[in-house]
C-alpha cells in the first residue's frame, strides 16, 4: 500500500508538472508574455491514477514501443474522457475541448494523441523504475 501512495503521488505531481508546463507553452503561442501555466486541483488525482495503469506495463512490456504508446494513448483517452464527463455531470470538469474541430463530447482532443502517446510512455518508465530511489 506504501509503494501505491507513493507512485500515486508520484504520477500526480508528474502529471500537474507536465500539464503546467504544456499550458505555459500554450500562453507564448497566444503571445502572452508571463508565460503563465495552469492546472486544476482535480488534475492531480486524475493524473495520478496512472499508478493503475502498471498492470499494463508490465503486460505490455514485450511489445515494440509504438505498440505500448498506442495501448496507453487509448487508456488515457478513455480515463480522459471518463473523468471527465463524470466532472461535467457535476460541472467541475476543468476543460473544455469545444473549440477544437478534432474533439469528441468537449471531453477529448484527437490531435492531442501524439502528446498521450508520449506521457504514457513517460509514465511507464516512472511505475516501471519506481524501485529506485529519487535524489
Not at 503521488?9 to 507564448?28: D, V, Y
Not at 495552469?38 to 495503469?53: C, D, K, Q
Request: aromatic share 18%; proline share 4%; charged share 20%.
Amino acid at each position: 500500500m506504501k509503494n501505491f501512495i507513493k507512485m500515486f503521488l508520484r504520477c500526480g505531481i508528474l502529471g500537474w508538472c507536465l500539464e503546467i508546463s504544456f499550458t505555459a507553452l500554450q500562453s507564448f503561442r497566444r503571445r502572452e508574455k508571463t508565460g503563465m501555466g495552469n492546472t486544476s486541483v482535480f488534475m492531480f488525482f486524475i493524473y495520478g491514477m496512472a499508478v493503475f495503469l502498471k498492470p499494463v506495463y508490465v503486460l505490455t512490456r514485450q511489445f515494440p514501443v509504438y505498440i505500448r504508446g498506442l495501448v496507453y494513448m487509448v487508456c488515457i483517452f478513455i480515463a480522459e474522457f471518463t473523468t471527465g464527463t463524470l466532472l461535467a455531470k457535476k460541472d467541475l470538469c476543468p476543460w473544455n475541448y469545444e473549440h477544437s474541430r478534432y474533439h469528441i463530447r468537449k471531453r477529448i482532443r484527437l490531435d492531442y494523441a501524439p502528446l498521450w502517446f508520449l506521457t504514457g510512455l513517460l509514465f511507464e518508465q516512472l511505475a516501471l523504475n519506481d524501485s529506485q530511489k529519487c535524489p
